[in-house]
């Protein structure tokens, strides 16, 4: 008896939650807040980190910069709350933040059992393995019976352990805590293989002693869509994060950078006058200034430039496109038509 | 000119080299039984092994405030991790340029803290001078009066953090801890429960659980929109769960005073509280120093734990510097430099309570 009574109470308190979570516009708040409170990493370079004076930089970061400069025509109008793996959805759910910038990956799961709704992905990644050279070894098909560095509790451990299995291999994980300590650990040569998304491995290789001692294998053993989330609820705020991450798709297709934006704003070309908004529409559309994808691409760039100031080949981590290329180079960045 | 008589023969008496001086007390302590002499030529055999080339490492090989790039090349240690960052180690997100705000606060708080030391400076000015500099701290943090730029708690970062954190979790935590023990043994019912239900519930979980719960589960039963403060969170969890403990420590301290304490206080006519406060707390809080110290020493070190709830205290501002791939390598120097703050705040801590100890023998 007592006890269905909790049960009641505990039930018709989450519903009360969920009601109230669920009701409410989001845009309006963030409009009448003045910034966007954006949930980021705060300890993975390139992505979302603070640099050595505190300031935020990286991939995630810009993303929601990005939004900022849409809605407020100011990127710097953005309150970040660095969050963990366990608070990130709750964060969201709460009310705490607006937008989730967290390198997060886009599962079915998470779509719909989280209230959440996640909108077009800012990054291609894939789980793979860096393996020392002396090995021989050219493909992870040959790693069996290796010792594997893998970072634990994460989806790595079990997409490691899935393929493992799935090809009928002996594995003994070395499961470390924390990022440079497993980076120390592989190079010591405690472990033959160190396994993590395809983004990390490139980085850890980077600061290796001798970065040409190691190679990447080719296999891609997962997909992650790390995509931007937003609350369910307020289909106008989700428009419009969807549409600034487009919009720098879109801005590095139509070949407009920070740099020639102004001169791009004399363009007789009506697909670029619609995208800057010198033909008026796009921005009354979705609730904001007409010239909110210029001051994205303004202030933030498109996204071929943040790509490369934040993870590009000239950075510490130096990757390639890859998967990351607009559509046109064979890679999965599309936008849809900006009209 | 007759030459004292006894000269001679003290040196008939002098004992033989072997047993004085710096040669008997390595015979008498370190080559005393056979066993013995084998373990002190293990030992000396492992530090000859061992200390050359820590020392090579740490002083000689070592480079002190170079770029990151020059690091790798060398064998030694890289000691320029911390100079390299330390802004960001001990400030955090502070904004660059208001710097010195969060600098002269810490050091107001040490000088108060210094000062508060000595029993001479005990009197009711000493919480005025508290009050003033808590305030004076409080606007130098968050800023908004006399034009200073408004610095929000979630950017309070780096050792302002673990400071504040530890030193309102103890201060806050004790007499909470107090008023719990005495209300654990109080006569009346209602308390008594009350007390004994919230020690045994906080003791029974760690303390990252009620981190978590501040600051994962609580958001979810507000309202949307209506946030505490992140901080102020985990500082109300830091309190409720350093109190707990200490309510269990004073409360040996109560039980050990003899019963003869109370019924001298009542044959007196003190009533309940002159009782407490006049006989029974000062006997009992000076026997637990020693437990006390124990659990405020770890009430400072498990500050740490706030990283898992993304607050970024001098532990959690180092491991970013570190995640970053320039300063990856570098985590054990960066490690050990920790380990020396922590041990020098708590060193001194423990040296003090040492202190008080003394200072307040009476001679029981």
Request: charged residues 15%.
């Amino acid at each position: 008896m007592k006890l269905n009574r909790v049960t009641a109470l505990v039930a018709i308190l989450s519903l009360l939650a969920a009601g109230i979570a669920f009701a409410g516009k989001d845009l309006d708040a963030v409009k009448k807040k003045g910034f966007i409170q954006a949930g980021v990493n705060g300890g993975v370079f390139g992505f979302g980190m603070p640099d050595e004076k505190g300031v935020w930089k990286g991939l995630d970061v810009d993303t929601a910069r990005a939004v900022a400069a849409a809605v407020f025509g100011d990127a710097s109008k953005i309150k970040y709350v660095p969050l963990t793996a366990q608070q990130r959805f709750t964060a969201l759910q709460s009310g705490e933040i607006d937008l989730l910038t967290r390198n997060a990956t886009r599962t079915l799961s998470r779509d719909t059992q989280l209230g959440l709704n996640f909108v077009t992905v800012n990054y291609y990644d894939g789980q793979g393995f860096l393996v020392p050279k002396k090995l021989g070894i050219t493909s992870a098909k040959e790693l069996g019976g290796a010792t594997v560095c893998v970072l634990p509790g994460t989806t790595t451990e079990q997409n490691a352990a899935d393929f493992f299995r799935t090809n009928k291999m002996d594995w003994k994980p070395v499961v470390i805590e924390s990022t440079s300590e497993l980076a120390k650990t592989f190079f010591a040569g405690r472990c033959d293989v160190l396994t993590s998304d395809a983004s990390q491995l490139a980085g850890t290789r980077a600061i290796a002693p001798n970065p040409k001692d190691y190679v990447i294998l080719p296999e891609i053993i997962s997909k992650e869509p790390l995509a931007p989330a937003v609350r369910h609820g307020d289909d106008q705020w989700r428009d419009i994060v969807d549409f600034s991450v487009l919009a720098m798709i879109n801005a590095e297709e139509l070949g407009i950078t920070s740099e020639n934006v102004d001169e791009m704003l004399k363009s007789s070309d009506p697909t670029v006058q619609r995208f800057l908004g010198v033909i008026e529409g796009n921005g009354s559309a979705l609730g904001l200034d007409e010239k909110w994808a210029y001051n994205i691409i303004k202030q933030v760039g498109n996204y071929g430039e943040v790509f490369e100031r934040n993870v590009g080949v000239n950075t510490t981590l130096g990757l390639e496109r890859g998967l990351n290329a607009l559509w046109t180079n064979g890679g999965l960045m599309y936008s849809p038509p900006f009209k | 000119m007759n030459a004292p008589p006894k000269k001679p023969s003290r040196e008939f008496l002098k004992p033989p080299v072997t047993e004085v001086g710096v040669l008997g007390w390595l015979h008498s302590n370190l080559f005393n039984t056979w066993y013995n002499s084998l373990l002190t030529v293990v030992v000396l055999l492992m530090l000859w092994q061992l200390v050359p080339p820590l020392f090579g490492w740490a002083f000689v090989d070592s480079v002190w405030n170079s770029p990151a790039e020059a690091c790798r090349d060398i064998e030694g240690a890289c000691w320029s991790v911390i100079p390299q960052n330390i802004s960001f180690i001990v400030f955090g997100f502070f904004p660059d340029g208001h710097q010195w705000r969060p600098g002269i606060a810490m050091l107001l708080l040490l000088g108060l803290v210094i000062f508060s030391k000595d029993s001479r400076h005990w009197k009711k000015s000493l919480a005025v001078y508290w009050l003033v500099g808590l305030v004076t701290m409080g606007i130098l943090m968050y800023g908004g009066l006399f034009g200073l730029l408004v610095v929000d708690t979630d950017q309070w970062s780096g050792l302002p953090l673990t400071f504040m954190l530890a030193l309102f979790g103890m201060v806050a935590g004790y007499p909470l801890g107090v008023l719990l023990a005495l209300g654990r043994r109080s006569r009346m019912p209602a308390i008594k429960t009350l007390c004994v239900v919230y020690i045994e519930m906080i003791r029974g979980v760690p303390l990252i659980s009620l981190l978590f719960m501040s600051s994962v589960m609580f958001p979810l039963f507000l309202p949307e929109g209506v946030t505490f403060d992140k901080v102020l969170r985990a500082q109300v969890a830091i309190i409720l769960f350093t109190a707990a403990y200490i309510a269990e420590v004073v409360r040996g301290g109560l039980q050990a005073m003899p019963r003869g304490q109370f019924e001298a206080a009542e044959s007196l006519g003190l009533n309940y509280n002159q009782t407490m406060r006049l006989i029974i707390l000062p006997q009992a809080l000076k026997i637990v120093i020693p437990p006390s110290l124990g659990i405020l020493l770890s009430t400072f070190k498990d500050t740490s734990l706030v990283v898992i709830i993304a607050l970024y205290d001098v532990l959690k501002t180092t491991k970013v510097t570190l995640s970053n791939p320039k300063w990856t390598g570098f985590s054990t120097e960066a490690y050990i430099f920790l380990a020396v703050f922590y041990f020098i705040c708590c060193y001194a801590m423990s040296n003090y309570s040492r202190k008080l100890e003394k200072a307040l023998h009476t001679g029981r």
